[in-house]
C-alpha cells in the first residue's frame, strides 16, 4: 500500500494503469479530459499494454469498446455529460451484448444551458441503459470503485457494463490523499479476463448482436434482468473481498449514524461528504440525525434502504439531476416508490440541488436537515419537490 | 410456428448465436411478394442469378441451376432482371397468383 496525492481523474487513471486493459477507446471531454490524458501518458510511455484507440465522436468510442469486448478483450472508457449523451445508442448495445466495460463517468450538468460543471443528469439519463452504477464520494473511492467494477462487470454470472461516476471537478479535479494498492495487488486482484467468447476464436465462430425479433427479443431481455439481480451479489461480494484486502469494505450503502435516528437524508457522490459533517454538527447539538450515502444506483437496494428508513420521523432525499415532469427526481421516485407497500408512512421529501455545479455547503445541508425535522414534527410535506438555493 | 421456443433460461447472454450458420433454419421467406418462376428449359445455368441473389436463394446441382430457395427467397427480382436471355428463364409472378409453397 503507498499514499499519494491524486485527483478524482489522476485516481481513476491509476486503476486503469494498474488493471492495464487491453483496450480503451476514448475521446476527451470537460471534465473527463485529464483523465484520459493521464492514461494516454501511461500508453505513450510504454507502461501499460493497453491498445489505445484515438476515435473522433463518443459514440465511436463506445462502439469501439463494444468490439473489442465482443473479440474477448478486457476494455475500459470514460466520459462526461454530452459525450455520455452522444454514446446513448450503444450503451444499450453494450448492456444487451455483456459487454463487461468499466468506464469512469466524470458526473457533469448535461447542456443546455452549457455547462461544464457538476451534476449527475448524465448519469441519471443513461439509469435505464442496463449499466451498474457505481457512486464515488471523493478520488479514494473513485479508485477503489474502478477497480471493484472490474470484477463485478466480469463475473460471469453479470456480465454488464459498470460505470463509475465521480462528480465533475468536485472530486475530478481536487487533490486528495489517496490509498493505492501494489501493482501485483491489483493484478491479483483483478485477476485474468476469460471471456466466454470471442469473435476473434476462429474455430469457434459465433454471431454477437444479431437482428432478434418479437419470438426472442423479450427472453433475452428478461434474460439482461437476471444478471442485473445477479449483480446484487456479487457488488457484496466483491465489496467484502476488497474490505479484506485494503481494510476499506463496500456494501450498496454507507448507513451512517442511522442506528437511532429519526431524521435522516439520503446523498450521492461528493454532497455526502458534507452532509457528514452536517450530521456531526447537529449530533452535537443533541439532535438525532442520520445519513445515507448511497453508492450503488443501478441494481437498486430497494430491500435495504426501506429496512434503514423503518424506525425514522422523516426523510430527504437529495437530488443533483431533475426529472421534467415525473414526481421528483431520479432517487427520490426510487425511495418513494420502495416504501410502497411496505407498511411504511414515512413523509419523505426531495431536494433537487447542485444543478450545473451550483455550490451545495454545510448550511445548505443543515437547512435540509432542519426543514426535515419539522416535517417529522408536523407529519406533513407541505411541498414535496423543492428547490434547493435556487433564486426566486 | 409449431415448435416449442426456448424460455430465456435456455438462451446464451446477449443474445449470441453459438451455432455458425444457423439461419439456414430461420425462415425469412414468408413476406414475398412476388416469386421468381425458373424455366430449366431456357436456363443455360450462366450462374448470374446465383452471382447477384442478396439471400443465397438460388439452388445449384452439380453447378447447375435447379430451383428456388422458397423459404429464404424475399422476392426481390434481381435474378429475373440480371438473368442475361431476351426470353428471360426467370419472371416474377405475384404471390397471390402463384401456387401456395406448402
Known sequence: ???????????????????????????????????????????????????????????????????????????MTA?????????????????SCRCPIVMGLVNRALSGPINIHCDHSDSMGARDAGWIHLFSENSQEAYDNTL????IAEHPDVLLPVMVTLDGFIISHTLERVEILEDDEVR??????NSKYSLLDLTNPITMGPLDFHDFYFEHKRLQVEGMEKARGVIRDVGKEYGTLTGRGFDYFEAYRMEDAEIAAVALGSSAGTARGV???????????GLIKLRVFRPFPKDQIVNLLRRLKAFAVMDRSNSFGAFGGPVFSEIRSACY???????????????????????????????????????????????????? | MSERLPGWKELAMGGVIEEAGNAERYETGSWRVQRPILDKN?????????????????????????????????????????????????????????????
Open chain 2, 42 to 102: 431456357k436456363c443455360t445455368s450462366c450462374l448470374l442469378c446465383w452471382i447477384f441473389c442478396p439471400d443465397s436463394s438460388i439452388l445449384l446441382e452439380n453447378g447447375k441451376v435447379t430451383g428456388i430457395d422458397l423459404e429464404h427467397c424475399k422476392g426481390c427480382g434481381i435474378c429475373a432482371r440480371e438473368c442475361p436471355l431476351k426470353d428471360k428463364a426467370i419472371v416474377m409472378r405475384l404471390e397471390s397468383e402463384c401456387e401456395q409453397v406448402k
Open chain 1, 279 to 289: 450530521v456531526d454538527e447537529l449530533r452535537s447539538r443533541g439532535k438525532k440525525v
Open chain 1, 148 to 151: 471493484q467494477a472490474v470484477r
Open chain 1, 341 to 392: 407497500g411496505q407498511g411504511l408512512d414515512l413523509p419523505i421529501v426531495d431536494y433537487i440541488y447542485g444543478l450545473g455545479g451550483r455550490d451545495t455547503t454545510f448550511e445548505d445541508i443543515e437547512r435540509v436537515y432542519l426543514e426535515t425535522e419539522q416535517i417529522a414534527a408536523s407529519g406533513k410535506v407541505p411541498e414535496d419537490i423543492r428547490f434547493l438555493n435556487v433564486r426566486e
Open chain 1, 1 to 75: 500500500m503507498k499514499i499519494v496525492g491524486l485527483t478524482g481523474n489522476d485516481a481513476v487513471a491509476e486503476a486503469m494503469r494498474q488493471v492495464n486493459p487491453d483496450v480503451v477507446a476514448a475521446y476527451p471531454i470537460t471534465p473527463q479530459t485529464e483523465l484520459m490524458e493521464k492514461f494516454s501518458e501511461f500508453v505513450s510511455d510504454g507502461i501499460v499494454k493497453t491498445e489505445l484507440i484515438l476515435v473522433e465522436s463518443e459514440h465511436s468510442a463506445m462502439s469501439a469498446c463494444i468490439g473489442a469486448s465482443a473479440a474477448g478483450s478486457r476494455v
Open chain 1, 79 to 95: 466520459t462526461s455529460a454530452n459525450g455520455l449523451a452522444l454514446m446513448w445508442e450503444m450503451l444499450y448495445i453494450a448492456a
Open chain 1, 188 to 193: 491479483r486482484f483483478v485477476g485474468e479476463f
